[in-house]
């Protein structure tokens, strides 16, 4: 009996992909134990070592990270002589937001207009699934040819680096000729797309102090230090007139090479207001992908329900600063945090604290993976060639991989074109999307095994 083809298996095996992300979506796992209970997260990771073990991989494990969440581990042993292939994905995920803004419960898969959502069905809980149905499909016709590892990261989203310390100290484990990053995304839908760049990234925390506590705004504001006056002050020095980053000491004023975004087309993914300028100067693809950006991502005040006539004696924000390739994220902290440091107004004074670290990523679009994947996206995406692109988002554990595996080819795919909405309410996946990039993931997987031995 002859094996049906690879489109035509995972076109089968869709209904039983769309229940089982429907089973990973209903976990509200974002490791963040102040936002929901931990359970949850180790409930996720549970999850996904049982799948792994049901599809007949050996040593699954949990791997507690020093960042105090797990990553699931597990291999599956390929033909002798096989090369081996590192298949990622993450299992936690962003907080929902405004709940109220979702047309529907965030953590229940909803289909709609062809689309299914609900948080992580893109990022990146829809990449395991991707994973899975591949291998389903090669199983179903002769079998794996290739050893697999898989590991599906339990803290991607907080920045933490507890999967980035723990491959440090257990190098062995991660290995791999051939690396494949679940956890980009196409330029759009339709257009079959790895991803050959990401900006890495620093997080810090500033806090100002003006005054030992609140004062009555009539009886000494015009006077005394705002401390959230001051950092608005100071938030707004990073920050040029047309919206530039500016950092004292940090260049931005690289050009982006390759695959453009035109505007209008990215005002309508990012959904820009009517009106409402975009920010910076250069290309769109010179400002999401080769330069910084700041983004004050969190801010305390006063609410304004509930507001008293006072002046703040202390303010704190969470600044976001996205490192291009070609910048050191460890030098980018510094220097953001000098410049948060002198630019405080009034003499306020400043405290730094830093968050999240990850340093930015370039791929080797060269290799050999490369090759196999551009043959495996032709059969996925009949009629189009696979683009290259960069990516404004970071995956830390990208430039671990590469520094300890500096042979290992690292490829990165995935399910987060600007449909999604990733990190935003009203997060989906297409279902189309995850179809055919578990067709290009089975079909490159064979493709590399047969480039391998010849």
């Not at 979506?25 to 209970?37: E, K, L, T």
């Not at 990234?201 to 005054?211: F, P």
């Not at 202390?314 to 996205?322: D, E, G, N, P």
């Amino acid at each position: 009996m002859t094996a049906r083809p690879i489109p035509e298996t995972v076109a089968s095996l869709m209904p039983r992909a769309k229940a089982e992300l429907s089973e990973l979506v209903a976990f509200q796992s974002v490791a963040d134990p102040a936002q929901f209970p931990k359970s949850e997260c180790e409930a996720a990771a549970g999850w996904v070592a049982d799948a792994l073990t049901a599809e007949g991989f050996q040593d699954v494990a949990l791997l507690d990270t020093p960042d105090g969440t797990q990553s699931v581990y597990g291999y599956l042993p390929g033909p002798a002589g096989a090369p081996t292939v590192l298949l990622y994905a993450h299992y936690d995920v962003q907080p929902p937001l405004d709940e109220s803004a979702w047309l529907s419960p965030p953590f229940e898969l909803t289909e709609r207009n062809g689309r299914w959502y609900g948080r992580g069905t893109a990022d990146c809980k829809g990449g395991l699934i991707m994973h899975l149905l591949a291998l389903r499909a090669l199983k179903a016709d002769g079998g794996v040819p290739v050893g697999v590892k898989v590991v599906a990261e339990g803290s991607e989203e907080q920045g933490t680096g507890g999967l980035e310390r723990y491959a440090e100290e257990h190098p062995e484990l991660l290995v791999a000729d051939a690396i494949v990053i679940g956890d980009a995304g196409n330029f759009r839908v339709g257009l079959p797309t790895v991803t050959a760049t990401l900006r890495g990234m620093t997080m810090l925390r500033v806090t100002l102090n003006t005054l030992e506590g609140n004062l009555h705004s009539g009886q000494f504001g015009g006077a005394v230090p705002d401390a959230l006056a001051a950092m608005i002050q100071l938030l707004a020095s990073l920050r040029s007139e047309d919206g530039t980053t500016t950092v004292d000491g940090l260049a931005g004023d690289a050009s982006w090479e390759g695959l453009q975004y035109p505007e209008e087309e990215f005002r309508r993914d990012a959904k820009v207001l009517d009106g409402v300028e975009l920010i910076g100067a250069g290309t769109v693809a010179d400002r999401i992908w080769a330069r910084p950006a700041v983004t004050v991502i969190g801010i305390d005040c006063p609410p304004v329900v509930g507001a008293t006539p006072s002046v703040q004696a202390s303010a704190r924000a969470q600044v976001s600063l996205r490192v291009p390739p070609g910048q050191d994220a460890v030098e980018a902290t510094k220097l953001l945090t000098a410049h948060l440091e002198s630019h405080a107004p009034w003499g306020a004074r400043v405290t730094v604290e830093q968050v999240g670290q990850g340093q930015p990523f370039r791929a080797d679009v060269t290799s050999p993976a490369y090759t196999s994947m551009a043959a495996a996206m032709r059969v996925a995406y009949p009629g189009e060639e696979m683009q290259t692109a960069g990516m404004g988002g970071s995956i830390p554990l990208c430039n671990t991989l590469a520094q300890l595996y500096p042979e290992s080819e690292i490829l990165l795919i995935g399910l987060s074109e600007p449909e999604a909405q990733i990190h935003a309410v009203n997060e989906s996946v297409s279902p189309e999307e995850l179809e055919r990039l578990a067709v290009a993931e089975a079909l490159f997987l064979r493709n590399y095994a047969e480039s391998r031995q010849g």
